[in-house]
């Protein structure tokens, strides 16, 4: 991402910052570490390590590339039970162990409980991620629900 684009969408974000409401236990050496979080947006900064590392040459497997990206959505939406429906995602670019990827994830839609987000990952100025990431905020926490209690119910 150039400067200027950076620059501006910096400037575009220039809103109070707030503190995170979910995926508090996440293992943000793996996901990513929180660089900026605002209402609706949360850029997150992913520094690769060996244990990243898919082959020899050094390429680092798209899972952790897709775990910040998805990290980033969720930290854009900031609900204590939001969680990830379906996802739309192109790797556009190999990461390479040593590389730092910066995600930039925007919620785009609201409707109810469901939001929309879209999350860019760059290396440098090299764009190696994009995708579209839908989540549904839950009124308990996914393990909670009474419908999966209810599902276990029949499979005895």
């Known amino acids: 991402m150039s400067d200027e684009q950076h620059s501006n969408t910096e400037e575009s974000h220039a809103q109070e910052e707030i503190y995170l409401q979910t995926h508090l236990k996440i293992n943000q050496a ?6 900026l979080l605002q209402q609706g947006y949360a850029k997150v900064l992913l520094d690769t390590t060996e244990d990243m590392r898919a082959d020899d040459a050094g390429l680092v497997h798209g899972g952790f590339i897709f775990s910040a990206a998805d990290f980033a959505a969720m930290a854009a939406v900031n609900e204590k039970n939001v969680v990830l429906a379906a996802s739309n995602c192109q790797f556009l670019a190999p990461v390479r162990v040593g590389d730092s990827v910066v995600f930039e994830a925007q919620v785009r ?27 549904v905020i839950t009124e308990h926490h996914v393990l909670n629900l009474s419908l999966l209690q209810n599902s276990e119910a029949l499979d005895d």
Do not use: A, C, P, W
């Not at 839609?109 to 100025?125: A, D, F, I, P, Q």
């Open 30 to 35: 793996l996901s990513g570490d929180i660089e």
């Open 109 to 135: 839609h609201k409707e109810g409980r469901k939001r929309n987000v879209h999350v860019k990952g760059y290396t440098s100025e090299v764009k190696v991620f994009e995708g579209e990431f839908k989540t």
